[in-house]
């Protein structure tokens, strides 16, 4: 849903395709739109970043060393993906105004979609005991993020048609 714009007309032509008992299950960034951080993000995104040893922090096919993360340009967004997270913070509250919840989760990436943007690959490898402890302590740190966080950017949800709504 995130590449969409009219979030409103798209649940309500969700809402009028389902069926009375039908469901809708959302695996979705509901976090601002085109991916404009908090300053508290951005800072708690290289505070993890610092942790994270530098042979892992190489980027994909260069030899350059992921050394800080800046938030996204807005109008760098809008040239480069004009779909991406286009009206993403407006998912949130049209779907629970036209859905009933049934289950809804934080499931992260918060922080760490931008900390492994461009290294992941350097924990791939199953066999390495030290990559597998630097990603235990980036998912824990994730963790506690989403605990101290009211709305997390990345959402699991189950919802129901609201019969009223449509």
Do not use: C
Not at 49 to 59: N, S
Request: avoid cysteine.
């Amino acid at each position: 849903m995130h590449h969409f714009k009219n979030i409103e007309q798209l649940a309500q032509r969700v809402g009028k395709a389902l069926k009375n008992d039908g469901y809708l299950i959302l695996n979705e960034y509901v976090g601002e739109n085109r991916l404009q951080f908090s300053k508290e993000q951005i800072q708690e995104m290289n505070r993890l970043l610092e942790t994270i040893p530098v042979k892992y922090r190489k980027r994909y096919l260069t030899n350059w060393l992921k050394k800080k993360i800046y938030a996204p340009g807005l109008l760098r967004m809008i040239i480069s993906d004009p779909s991406e997270a286009v009206e993403s913070e407006t998912i949130r509250p049209v779907i629970h105004k036209n859905f009933k919840i049934i289950e809804e989760r934080k499931i992260g990436g918060d922080l760490l979609m931008m900390v492994l943007k461009d290294i992941a690959h350097h924990f791939t490898n199953n066999e390495d005991p030290e990559g597998k402890k630097i990603l235990k302590k980036l998912f824990q740190e994730e963790d506690r993020y989403l605990k101290e966080t009211e709305n997390a950017d990345f959402i699991f949800g189950i919802y129901q048609k609201n019969i009223k709504s449509f």
